[in-house]
């Protein structure tokens, strides 16, 4: 993919320099790109099928709904004509998306309780926006869930590929039984379309303060549970696999709550999210790793280390949910 031709899909006008890689993934390469509008962030992609579409015209709805509300974080570019949500055709079945360049440093992790605060307040704003799902990709909370003979099979395939062994294939389907048995034993609260992926990497720490971004992980969720997992996400990095600070726990299930947020039930199935969105994310690394959806061999094993590390942070995160459920309590 050409990101001069990304640029001027997107209309940001003639580049004014070298584009500089920030991501060199095979499928989704991201650059910055100083060019006569500004400089941006440009992401690009190939969908890997067409309900990616329905997927990113709702993020996108939420993504400029923010901006439009004030919420701080990275300017997106809203194209003026056809695209999918905030993507623009590119050529050669890709699509490219922009956002303004922040002069800023990721947060770091743990995030300090006064940031996980302003965590906790910004998604109390975006929860207010109430951006309704796309109703096409809406069904019953339980079809999230892959049926146990399908796990089986991923599974067996990935102990003859030796993406995973025998330990972790068992660890990784109890797991996915375990996360199914809660999500369909939980009460459906209704769902509005969240960020996502709102951790320590996806907040810049800028001169003029704290900014969110990359909405491009995002899609329905119970705005309680979505803040859980923001909460956890604030206390710890890698998704729960070390023990979270409490303190910056607290303090973005405060700073939701001073900001208007509803909180939810304070016990385990309020880490219903948390633990769904991870075992979900673990089944992509799973079929990529496996070669179900291409891709190099190079990346295919980056795949098979994340699945692995994946299995690991699932069973720390089940062990764990007790301890957090208490602290949400306190």
């Known amino acids: 993919m050409d990101p001069a031709a990304a640029a001027a899909a997107l209309g940001l006008g003639a580049l004014r320099g070298p584009a500089e890689a920030l991501k060199r993934d095979e499928h989704s390469p991201v650059w910055r790109l100083d060019t006569d509008s500004g400089t941006w962030v440009v992401k690009a992609t190939v969908p890997h099928g067409d309900y990616w579409h329905a997927d990113v015209a709702q993020t996108g709805r939420l993504e400029a709904a923010a901006w ?57 704003a975006l929860e207010r926006l109430a951006v309704a799902p796309d109703p096409s990709g809406a069904g019953d909370y339980a079809s999230r869930f892959h049926p146990e003979s399908d796990w089986d099979e991923w599974l067996g395939q990935a102990r003859d590929l030796g993406v995973l062994d025998t330990a972790q294939a068992g ?74 600070d409490r303190a910056s726990v607290e303090a ?4 939701y709550a001073a900001a208007g947020g509803t909180p939810g039930p304070a016990d385990e199935s309020a880490f219903t999210g948390i633990l769904t969105g991870r075992l979900a994310s673990t089944a992509w690394q799973l079929w990529m790793a496996c070669g179900h959806r291409g891709g190099s061999a190079a990346q295919r094993a980056q795949f098979g280390r994340d699945v692995r590390a994946s299995v690991t942070a699932l069973t720390t995160m089940l062990e764990a949910v007790p301890t957090w459920a208490a602290w949400l309590k306190g």
């Open 252 to 255: 973005c299930v405060a700073g």
């Open 68 to 124: 439009r509300a004030g919420v701080d974080m990275a300017e997106p570019l809203v194209p003026a004509g056809a695209a999918s949500g905030l993507w623009v055709a590119v050529g050669g079945g890709a699509y490219a998306r922009a956002a303004r360049f922040l002069d800023g440093r990721h947060a770091p992790a743990p995030v300090p309780p006064r940031l996980a605060a302003w965590a906790g307040a910004t998604f109390a």
């Open 171 to 244: 660890a990784l389907k109890d797991a996915a039984m375990r996360i199914a048995a809660l999500g369909e034993a939980a009460e459906k609260p209704a769902e509005v379309v969240v960020h996502g992926d709102f951790s320590h990497l996806n907040i810049m720490v800028t001169p003029e303060g704290p900014k969110l971004i990359d909405f491009d992980s995002g899609g329905p969720n119970v705005p309680w549970w979505e803040l859980v997992a923001i909460a956890v996400e604030m206390g710890a990095p890698a998704l729960g696999v070390m023990e979270p």
